[in-house]
């Protein structure tokens, strides 16, 4: 098989996307899930965004550097609106989300 190109920035996207997938899923388990709205709706965008950029960049899309763009600002966002939160699901996202950031960054240019 071929190495595919950028596949550390692919892999870092598909992680940011199945943390904010389970920070999702975790806060809607939440004692008060509507006060975590905010969080979920972010946790949502930004998996999708991430696994729009990992897709795009697997098939080597043209668009991959406007796509990584996107998906660093929403990685942005959604990092600022879990650190927050003190449950360890919303740190680990933050966490998730800014090293996507940082990648996504470095490959949008």
Do not use: K, W, Y
């Not at 975590?36 to 080597?60: E, H, T, Y």
């Not at 796509?67 to 449950?87: F, N, P, S, T, V």
């Amino acid at each position: 098989m071929t190495p595919i190109d950028h596949q550390d920035c692919i892999d870092v996207c598909n992680a940011c996307a199945v943390a904010c997938s389970h920070c999702a899923a975790a806060c809607l388990r939440e004692p008060d899930p509507g006060a975590m709205a905010g969080c979920i709706r972010l946790d949502m965008d930004c998996a999708a965004a991430c696994q729009f950029a990992a897709a795009a960049l697997a098939r080597g899309s043209e668009h991959a550097a406007a796509i990584c763009a996107l998906c660093a600002r929403l990685c942005d966002a959604c990092a600022a609106e879990c650190a927050q939160h003190e449950a360890d699901h919303c740190q680990a996202c933050a966490t998730a989300c800014r090293d996507c950031a940082d990648a996504c960054r470095a490959m949008a240019g």
